[in-house]
């Protein structure tokens, strides 16, 4: 992988609760790992059943340069287009053996 081909800037957030004062929670997103470079390109898509219909589905692969940050990514989290503001569920988490580059693989929408 060249590096003149990470052309996005994604960032990694995780889930976090609140509490809202009033004895309740609320959820939210924080970054995990701030915006860098990065590649995200279509693989297949699909479709799903969603309650009684069908519903399309996108997969995509995100690559970007392996650090010591990244290395907590889980598929509980999720992965934004810092300019596009698209985010992306995890579902895969995996880099290369000389842990140059970081992979996820992931689906067009947030984590239920």
Do not use: C
């Amino acid at each position: 992988m060249q590096a003149s081909k990470l052309r996005e800037s994604v960032r990694i957030e995780q889930r976090v609760r609140t509490s809202d004062g009033e004895g309740g929670e609320t959820t939210g997103w924080e970054i995990f790992a701030a915006a860098r470079p990065a590649r995200i390109k279509p693989l297949a898509g699909g479709e799903v059943n969603v309650g009684e219909r069908l519903q399309g589905r996108m997969n995509y692969e995100i690559t970007m340069h392996y650090s010591s940050d990244v290395d907590g990514v889980t598929t509980v989290m999720r992965a934004g287009d810092a300019r596009s503001g698209q985010t992306y569920a995890v579902t895969t988490v995996n880099h290369d053996e000389r842990r140059r580059w970081f992979y996820l693989m992931v689906t067009r929408g947030a984590p239920g």
